[in-house]
């Protein structure tokens, strides 16, 4: 992978928000949730997240994450995804969320 100069991973922005509502999303080709996710002055946004092997929509619920806020929406089945929500596999594959260690603002920015 080409590396990126520090200019380039600035541009993207990376953000603190709570989970506040987790729909089902049975029209998504792998099992996923639909957050809804507030991000303070940043406003609520709404993601897609493959994350239904570790977590039920009840442990999601006031949990933060973090999120890429500055890519485009993305039309996933009947839903637009406005932010992207960030993960890493665990040793089988099944999306294990990023998460501060301790509760930040919501909209607080990743640098």
Not at 53 to 66: A, F, G, R, S, W
């Amino acid at each position: 992978m080409e590396p990126l100069s520090f200019a380039e991973f600035e541009r993207v922005d990376i953000r603190v928000g709570t989970i506040v509502a987790v729909e089902e999303f049975p029209k998504a080709r792998k099992p996923a949730y639909k957050l809804t996710i507030d991000f303070g002055t940043l406003g609520i946004k709404r993601s897609s997240a493959q994350i239904t092997h570790h977590y039920t929509p009840e442990d999601l619920l006031n949990k933060q994450v973090l999120a890429v806020v500055n890519f485009p929406p993305k039309q996933i089945a009947d839903f637009m995804s406005e932010c992207l929500t960030l993960g890493v596999p665990d040793e089988n594959g099944a999306v294990v969320l990023v998460q501060p260690g301790l509760s930040v603002p919501n909209g607080a920015r990743l640098f």
